[in-house]
């Protein structure tokens, strides 16, 4: 695997040729299309070959080489980590600290993490997280994502949703100074929301790292600075 040091945001080795996929019997013209853009995505390459879990590692990467939040010794907490890209790189980059992912599906171990299973915002998986993590958390990472609806409008209030649970459980857990990062949709956060995470932390940010899609809308919401008064 990748050290996932920092100025590693790109995948190594050259650009593939482009690879064109046929259209198979039963197999409808917008699966084509994904899996083309898999077979043609240099970052999807680049995880298979680097050993990260997902192409969502190199997300998480650039967005360190530009804020720089994970650290050595570091306590960081990944919500909703399967199926461990982000965990990986937070264990790569925070050597002598303590990662904590947790999922409502089951994660495969990743050495120098302690992996849970079960849900971030119930009182039993907070008290897991407390336990595993054995202090405050210095970072809080939430690359959620509620499964699409088509509907531009539903899909936006499921992710701000989740950006909410993700935010209460990053205000019950950071140290002050710590950093929370969560993904939003094109747009921003929104409203009160924002309104409160710029009261709870000193500089807030949104950024759209290289590795995400150009058609995506996610973007990226970076809070540091966290304030406890």
């Keep these: ?123 039993e998986g907070m008290q897991a997280i407390r336990d595993a993590l054995g202090g405050p958390a210095d970072v809080v990472l939430s690359d959620m994502a509620a499964p699409a609806t088509g509907h531009r409008q539903t899909d936006h209030l499921r992710v701000m949703g989740l950006v909410e649970s993700a935010l209460a459980i990053a205000e019950d857990l950071l140290a002050p100074g710590g950093t929370f990062i969560a993904k939003v949709l094109q747009g921003g956060t929104e409203g009160e929301l924002l309104n409160q995470i710029k009261r709870r932390f000193a500089k807030v940010s949104h950024a759209k790292p290289e590795a995400s899609r150009k058609d995506s809308r996610e973007i990226y919401l970076i809070a540091q600075g966290f304030r406890t008064d």
């Excluded at 070959?49 to 590692?57: F, L, V, Y």
């Excluded at 360190?64 to 010794?73: E, V």
């Design 1 to 123: 695997m990748s050290s996932g040091r920092r100025g590693g945001g790109k995948p190594s080795g050259g650009r593939p040729l482009s690879k064109r996929v046929k259209t198979a019997r039963g197999r409808r013209s917008s699966s084509t299309r994904w899996l083309e853009r898999q077979l043609n995505d240099p970052y999807v390459e680049g995880a298979k070959r680097e050993g990260w879990r997902s192409r969502a590692a190199y997300k998480l990467i650039q967005l360190d080489d530009r804020y720089k939040f994970l650290k050595r010794n570091a306590r960081v907490v990944d919500l909703g980590a399967a199926p461990g890209g982000w965990t990986q790189v937070a264990v790569a980059r925070c050597p002598g600290g303590q990662v904590v992912a947790i999922d409502l599906n089951e994660i495969e171990p990743i050495a120098g993490a302690e992996i849970l299973t079960g849900d971030a915002t119930s009182p």
